[in-house]
């Protein structure tokens, strides 16, 4: 890893940690290997706004994994319902502590930055959102594909991952105590009632 890209990770670290304005330029020098307080940063960025822009972008390029698995017709094609469902939030989940220090960042700091949220709204979570949808869509049958909200189902669907891993990265542990393989197997109860359940006339 060359020094520019090093220097994007750690400060993505810290600002996930500790928030964007708590964290200083000789912190991320000092993470990154630089000398701290040297003002060494600046060799490679313009501003600390700077570095924050092209680690948002770097982490959103990155989304490719989980958008590979839903994207993919053949994914998972073989295995039953169930054990679909239950990839899917799984993957979700992983995705989401994959880019724990983002989705730390989108929740506390990015509303300071609204061009950025924009492109996290637009390169991220619209895409997925879209993508499940899509998922959903090719898991029902071919009657009923056209006649369901599948934007709405996949936002309900995304949600109760997003807000499970959220509460449990603030907290530790669920608030509720509940175990991730307990949340996954209501999450596919209430994905398979969705998805076979008659579409509204």
Do not use: C
């Not at 073989?78 to 724990?100: D, F, I, S, V, W």
């Not at 993508?131 to 869509?137: D, H, K, P, S, T």
């Amino acid at each position: 890893m060359d020094t520019r890209a090093r220097v994007v990770a750690e400060a993505m670290r810290l600002f996930g940690e500790q928030g964007y304005a708590r964290t200083t330029v000789a912190e991320i020098e000092r993470a990154a290997g630089l000398s701290p307080g040297s003002g060494s940063l600046y060799r490679h960025f313009r501003s600390k706004e700077e570095l924050l822009a092209e680690g948002v972008r770097a982490k959103v390029a990155e989304n490719a994994g989980l958008l590979a698995m839903i994207g993919d017709p053949q994914a998972m094609a073989a295995l039953p319902l169930r054990e679909r469902l239950a990839g899917l939030a799984r993957a979700g989940l992983r995705r989401l502590e994959q880019e724990r220090d983002l989705n730390r960042m989108v929740v506390r700091d990015l509303a300071a930055f609204p061009a950025l949220l924009d492109e996290v709204r637009e390169g991220e979570m619209r895409r997925i959102h879209a993508a499940v949808a899509q998922w959903l869509r090719m898991q029902a049958g071919a009657g009923d594909a056209a006649e369901r909200d599948w934007e709405a189902l996949a936002v309900v669907l995304v949600g109760s991952v997003s807000h499970f891993w959220l509460l449990r990265d603030v907290f530790g542990t669920h608030p509720s105590g509940l175990d991730e393989d307990r949340w996954v197997t209501a999450f596919v109860d209430l994905a398979e009632r969705l998805l076979q359940q008659p579409p509204r006339t």
